[in-house]
Nanobody
């Protein structure tokens, strides 16, 4: 299974951006989601969603980001709103089937 992320880019603070990540192949994916890594920092949880729709968010994005998924398409989405400068990072798509796999990362840059 390969994960293909899209939707990153440059956005002004306070703006919105939507990330998508599609998994290739027809396989049951239990958990999908996003992590991010800012320069000089460790990778951190952004949001995860189970196949049944249960979600888990990192503290720094609660109330601003919304994760969703389309099981039929094996695709996960991340709607990011009220973006802050500190949201600037490479965002990595994540999937957990019987094993874990990661996407290549998509850069989100928030400017003032």
């Amino acid at each position: 299974v390969q994960l293909q992320a899209s939707g990153g880019g440059l956005v002004q603070a306070g703006g919105s951006l939507r990330l998508s990540c599609a998994a290739s192949g027809s396989i049951t994916i239990f958990v999908m989601g996003w992590y991010r890594q800012a320069p000089g920092k460790q990778r951190e949880l952004v949001a995860l969603i189970t196949r049944g729709g249960r979600t888990n968010y990192g503290d720094s994005v609660k109330g601003r980001f919304t994760i969703s998924r389309d099981n039929a398409k094996n695709t996960v989405y991340l709607q990011m709103s009220s973006l802050k400068l500190e949201d600037t990072a490479v965002y990595y798509c994540y999937a957990n089937m019987e094993y874990e796999t990661w996407g290549q990362g998509t850069l989100v840059t928030v400017s003032s």
